[in-house]
């Protein structure tokens, strides 16, 4: 069993930054690839970006390439979103997930979840 604990959301302006964290406990963090989804009121839970186990590959949305970055510190057992140049359209509850083995961009792959954190971008 995997728990994760998601940290670092809030209300920004248009254009601002912001750096979620989600901390693991439970099993040997290295061993699982982990993801980033958010789900905006009335919309499908959608992917974000996720990252190797050993942090070697990284695979983002189109809809945030050059704007988010995902990264871990396997030492610390937690995995980051930075997220830059925030539109209100980012606007959602932001989930960190993890699965053992390669990474995988749809949420079905995910075995564990956490509880999610509300980013909340104004305009």
């Known amino acids: 069993q995997v728990q994760l604990v998601e940290s670092g959301g809030g209300l920004v302006q248009a254009g601002g930054s912001l750096r979620l964290s989600c901390a693991a406990s439970?099993?040997?963090?290295?061993?699982?690839?982990m993801g980033w989804f958010r789900q905006a009121p009335g919309k499908e839970r959608e992917f974000v970006a996720a990252?190797?186990?050993?942090?070697?590959?990284?695979y983002a949305a189109d809809s945030v390439k050059g704007r988010f970055t995902i990264s871990r510190d396997n030492a610390k057992n937690t995995v980051y979103l930075q997220m830059n140049s925030l539109k209100p359209e980012d606007t959602a509850v932001y989930y960190c997930?993890?699965?053992?083995?390669?990474?995988?961009?749809?949420?079905?792959?995910?075995?564990?979840w956490g509880q999610g954190t509300q980013v909340t971008v104004s305009s």
């Open positions: 990252i190797s186990t050993s942090g070697g590959s990284t």
């Open positions: 439970g099993r040997t963090f290295s061993n699982y690839a």
């Open positions: 997930a993890a699965r053992g083995g390669v990474l995988y961009s749809t949420s079905t792959k995910y075995d564990y």
